[in-house]
């Protein structure tokens, strides 16, 4: 339900593609936070966590809650899907239903962050994978049940990637947190990020190159047209797939002279991950497993759960540009962190307010007032 990969250009500059895939879709918030912004992590039984943002940071957001009359969400509540930040920091949340276990043991007299908490304080906090890594030596952090998701434990995995080019998953199986660094700066869902590893191992045949011709006894085969070098890649949409065709292509993909070819080249990239609506259908009799949100029906239009391509966004770390689409348009919103810069108060805009008609929404952001947060559809 989400890849996750980094394409590098000629000049080994790294840029981020991401899809996320539901089977319904979710009010997000895009998110601006400046440097100075002062945050606190919860978790039941622990003194609070706060910090103050050192970096700005751009976000995709969701609620961790569903707001009541009595307590309407605000900025704490939205919680890190996607991210950059004003140093080509990165951030990306992606599903991974096995996270959830026995909790850590941690001194109730210590505090802890809340992992729905983990994009903020990364963002807000770090500029390289390097230090995400050493903060993390020291800092514990504590899986916690989300109230939007039916009380569902932080199933997820996270992908933290920088303008170095180094690249970091976090990850929790069963409820031991671990970290992996990842050679390939590929992810997508379960199972564990070193099985994909492994996996790969079974792929070395894979090349670029078509081989179109062959020949079987006295008979000389011939493709009719090129193409037959993919013919080795995994077709369906599991994650077991993605990951190899996502590894594949972040590979051979042909690498641009320019950033601004290299967001385009990352563009066809992961169109290749888009998912229409429909392509692969679940009936309830079947057992298909889905993430349940509280507060939001799914669409009942059909009786069948189908998973589609929500949005895709694109990063250029070096630039600190972030691009995003949503499924209902073709077309990509642009947003420059560095024209957001001289912004001292929080930002939130409804990301269904962007589209086609926005190619550039940075100035949108910059006026959007905040006071005017009403989330939903």
């Known amino acids: 339900m989400c890849t996750a990969l980094i394409y590098s250009d000629a000049d080994g500059r790294s840029y981020l593609g991401r899809t996320l895939e ?24 622990h003194p609070a966590l706060a910090y103050t943002s050192r970096h700005g940071f751009l976000s995709l957001t969701m609620p961790w809650r569903v707001p009541t009359p009595d307590a309407p969400l605000g900025l704490g509540d939205l919680k890190v899907v996607e991210g950059l930040n004003d140093q080509g920091l990165a951030f990306s949340l992606l599903s991974y239903p096995a996270a959830a276990g026995k909790p850590q043991a941690v001194e109730m007299t210590r505090a802890v962050l809340s992992v729905a908490d983990l994009g903020s304080w990364v963002l807000g906090q770090f500029s390289t994978v390097a ?33 170095t080019g180094a690249s970091l998953v976090i990850e929790f199986q069963q409820g031991e947190m671990s970290l992996h660094d990842n050679p390939v700066r590929v992810m997508t869902n379960g199972p564990q990020f070193d099985w994909h590893l492994t996996n790969l191992d079974n792929y070395t045949h894979l090349l670029n190159v078509d081989r179109p011709t062959a020949t079987f006894g006295s008979y000389k085969a011939a493709q009719p047209d090129s193409g037959i070098a993919t013919a080795g890649l995994p077709s369906s949409s599991t994650s077991v797939g993605r990951f190899i065709r996502a590894v594949y292509y972040a590979t051979f993909t042909e690498k641009a002279a320019s950033p601004d070819a290299a967001v385009r080249t990352l563009a066809h990239v992961m169109n290749n991950f888009d998912r229409p609506r429909g392509v692969s259908i679940d009936y309830p009799e079947g057992g298909g497993g889905h993430m349940e949100v509280e507060g939001l029906e799914a ?24 691009f995003v689409r949503e499924y209902a348009g073709m077309n990509f919103t642009r947003i420059d962190l560095d024209g957001l810069a001289d912004v001292r108060e929080p930002r939130v805009i409804a990301l269904r307010k962007l589209g086609d008609a926005t190619p550039d929404a940075t100035q949108t952001l910059k006026a959007a007032n905040p006071a005017a947060f009403q989330p939903g559809h």
């Open 299 to 322: 669409d009942h239009a059909q009786p069948y759960a189908t998973e589609f391509t929500t949005w895709t966004s694109l990063s250029d770390l070096g630039r600190k540009l972030f």
């Open 131 to 163: 230090e995400v890594k050493a903060a993390l030596a020291e800092q514990p952090v504590l899986l916690q049940a989300l109230p939007i998701l039916r009380g569902a434990v932080s199933p997820f995995h996270y992908v933290v990637n920088d303008a």
């Open 22 to 45: 539901l089977t319904i879709d979710l009010p997000y918030q895009v998110v601006f936070l400046p440097p100075g912004f002062a945050a606190s992590s919860q978790i039941a039984g």
